[in-house]
């Protein structure tokens, strides 16, 4: 009993590749009786596909007992053949159709360059198109599922243009009635997506080498092997540019920030400052200090009688005639309470991202988280009363919570045709992943700290407000946690599944401490939650690109080495495509002439571009440690369709 298997070289990438890998390996067909095979071939492939359930519309009673239908999706986002036997030479001067193997051991090597972008749109053949759903017995299109009413449009659809046009029409050069394109407006093309699984049939994306050993004889079942492996591609935008640069671009900086305030109403400073009249005795070392004035004459007051003194309630007590200190009523005098003005205490707790934002995982969080104040901060000192440097407790904030969760969205969709019309079907699964959920004991920030933002004028979110806008910025080691776990999927659009992200922050602050955090009624009542939504969180895969892999890109074919037992055929090569980090603008090259003085050879000296391309390189061990990290469930290497 013959037997074949085939096995990927994962040595160098952790069993995890990339765009423009080189992915290599070895096919083992041991034959243990005389086998007939018309060839060997060898695939890459990417599969990506989803499955839904669509509810059943009861037309009648009949109908009522029917189960839901089960419509499956199929894309084939890569795909790549070789044909390893029999070698290339022989088949450019044989016409045979089979070629018998004796019994042994054989070997043969292959190799596929991984590209850049998904060939979905480029697919081919009926063979690559149309599948079997043995579950719900239905002839699956990719990209369509044929229905019940598929054939009887069509044939309604092919007797009305034989009654209009007649038969000699329909079937001559008159109308051309060829069947509607289901495949073509459905494929998008774009950056090849990552391998995703842990969702079941919903949606799924999976990587393998296929080998198919064609046996001649029809009744006898070909031999076929498979190896899965995880595909990761590179941090590129829709310019095949790094989406994370280690130089200085000439793009200018740019943030993307959601803000929401919050307010602390009817508050008391917790110092207040009162302007206490002067003594007597400061008052008189005050008037000493003053010039001499000029003696004012006094006048005598008159003596008053018995019955006048016995009837007066405040008398006048005489004093000696003095120049310096005229004599004064002593009265009594009634301290007055100043009065104490409530105010409000706004702001704003903000989340920043350096624009695009993103995150990775595994990375400690690529965002910040800010107190935002419009008002001066000296409004929160006792600057009126000289002491600037000097709180007054007004702006007195206590963080008390932070929670954080990335929402994860997949969106599917599957196209059913019934000859003449195509409906699309959606479908949407969300998955809270929490990140972080961290719990701080009056954590406290003061908003007389907050400093001036230097792009006031572009972080503002008030159109009326001209002013500058005050920050604090809390601290990264209060949620250093947070971060992605390891087997997250980058985000990605694909011809039936997009994957995509939105992160969730939420604030508890409160503007008094909490004596009893056991006490929910106490933080309730004093815990005021503030909830930033951030859609479009772009997440990362990590991996950007090595000088391997521009060396890799910048091949036009893959080399192959001859073995005795045989001579592949060379791996089909995509269409070359844009190389990633080249700048638009053309650079010429400069030459030097080698010191042996020989003037005919030179040296081309590196372009700017390439100087920038080689600077953003990514470190080997850096780029190794992503690769590594993303891992699958345990059903993406089960189940496999041929």
Not at 171 to 185: D, K, L, M
Not at 499 to 510: D, E, K, P, W
């Amino acid at each position: 009993m013959s037997d074949v298997k085939v096995e990927i070289d994962r040595s160098e990438t952790d069993g995890t590749f990339t765009n423009h890998d080189i992915i290599k390996g070895n096919i083992t067909l041991v034959v243990t009786k005389s086998i007939s095979l018309n060839w060997i071939q060898v695939k890459l492939e990417g599969v990506s596909s989803t499955q839904l359930s669509i509810p059943k519309v009861p037309i009648n009673k009949k109908d009522r007992d029917r189960k839901d239908k089960i419509l499956k999706d199929v894309h084939k986002v890569l795909y790549d053949t070789a044909i390893v036997f029999p070698p290339d030479n022989v088949r450019q001067v044989s016409s045979a159709k089979e070629f018998t193997l004796t019994p042994g051991n054989y070997s043969y090597p292959f190799e596929f360059k991984i590209p850049l972008n998904n060939s979905c749109h480029k697919l081919s053949g009926i063979s690559n198109k149309l599948s079997f759903n043995l579950k719900t017995m239905d002839l699956m299109i990719n990209n369509g599922n044929f229905n019940s009413q598929f054939v009887k449009n069509k044939a309604q659809k092919y007797y009305q243009d034989y009654k209009s046009n007649g038969f000699s029409n329909s079937n001559g050069n008159g109308s051309n009635n060829s069947p509607p394109n289901f495949s073509q407006p459905y494929h998008i093309t774009s950056q090849l997506p990552p391998s995703l699984s842990g969702i079941g049939d919903f949606a799924n994306i999976k990587y393998f080498i296929k080998v198919t050993c064609k046996r001649s004889s029809f009744i006898k079942p070909n031999l076929r092997a498979f190896d899965p492996f995880i595909f990761l591609p590179l941090d590129l935008d829709s310019h095949n540019k790094p989406i994370v640069a280690n130089q200085t671009t000439e793009i200018e900086y740019r943030e993307a920030f959601v803000r929401k305030e919050l307010i602390f109403k009817n508050r008391i400073p917790e110092i207040v400052g009162v302007k206490v009249p002067l003594s007597p005795e400061k008052k008189a070392n005050i008037e000493k200090k003053a010039l001499p004035k000029v003696p004012v004459p006094q006048i005598q007051p008159r003596k008053q009688g018995f019955i006048q003194r016995l009837f007066n309630d405040n008398p006048i007590p005489t004093q000696p005639l003095n120049n310096d200190s005229p004599p004064q009523p002593i009265r009594k005098r009634r301290d007055k309470i100043p009065e104490i003005e409530m105010k409000n205490v706004p702001f704003s707790f903000e989340i920043r991202f350096r624009h695009p934002a993103f995150l990775i995982p595994t990375k400690p969080p690529s965002f910040k988280l800010y107190l935002v104040s419009n008002l001066n901060p000296l409004r929160y000192t006792l600057a009126e009363y000289g002491k600037s440097d000097e709180s007054n407790g007004l702006g007195i904030v206590y963080l008390q919570k932070l929670k954080i969760t990335l929402i994860s969205t997949t969106i599917v969709s599957v196209i059913e045709t019934d000859g003449s019309t195509n409906e699309y079907h959606m479908g949407q699964n969300e998955e809270n992943l929490l990140i972080c959920n961290n719990t701080y004991q009056n954590l406290k920030f003061d908003l007389m700290h907050c400093i001036k933002n230097r792009n006031a004028s572009q972080t503002s979110t008030n159109v009326n407000n001209q002013g500058s806008i005050f920050e604090i910025e809390i601290p990264k080691k209060y949620f250093a946690n947070a971060v992605l776990p390891d087997y997250l999927s980058p985000s990605f659009k694909t011809c039936n599944i997009t994957r995509r992200y939105t992160l969730n922050v939420i604030g508890g602050f409160s503007c008094e401490k909490i004596n009893d955090f056991r006490n929910k009624m106490e933080c309730d009542k004093k815990i005021k939650y503030v909830d930033l939504s951030c859609p479009n969180i772009k997440v990362l895969s990590g991996l950007n690109m090595t000088s391997t892999l521009q060396s890799n890109a910048s091949k036009s074919s893959i080399p192959r080495h001859n073995s005795s037992t045989s001579t592949p055929q060379l791996a089909h090569t995509p269409p070359p495509q844009q190389i990633p980090f080249l700048d638009d603008r053309k650079n010429s090259h400069l030459s030097v002439d080698l010191p042996d003085g020989n003037n005919e050879e030179s040296v081309l000296l590196p372009t700017y571009d390439d100087v920038m391309r080689e600077s953003s390189y990514q470190d080997n061990s850096e780029h190794q440690r992503a690769r590594r990290r993303y891992q699958q469930h345990e059903q993406y290497y089960n189940s496999i369709d041929p």
